[in-house]
């Protein structure tokens, strides 16, 4: 997901559950003008602020590797650390 589709899922995600965006700020840590500047696209949320944001919605984020990732990167048989 691009970050304006983001943008866009959080706002109507936002409305739909009939929260503020200042409501949102107390809930995420994410100050209400970052919002403002997203919408706008001003700024380009990162990785931390995506998941804090979700989390005050009620969302998790979940990471996982495709199964055929390895072979496509000529890793087959190597496992990675989790992170």
């Known amino acids: 997901m691009g970050y304006r589709s983001f943008v ?12 503020t965006r200042d409501e949102l700020e107390k809930l995420s840590g994410i100050s ?3 919002f403002t ?3 706008r696209g001003e700024n380009k949320p990162q990785l931390e602020p995506y998941i804090l944001v979700m989390r005050a919605l009620g ?3 979940v990471v996982r ?4 990732a390895a072979k496509k ?6 496992q990675e650390n989790a992170v």
């Open 59 to 61: 969302y998790e984020i």
């Open 37 to 39: 500047k997203w919408a």
């Open 8 to 19: 866009s899922f959080m706002e109507s995600e936002r409305l739909r559950q009939g929260i």
């Open 73 to 78: 990167d000529g890793q087959q048989g190597r």
């Open 32 to 34: 209400a003008s970052t």
């Open 65 to 68: 590797r495709k199964k055929n």
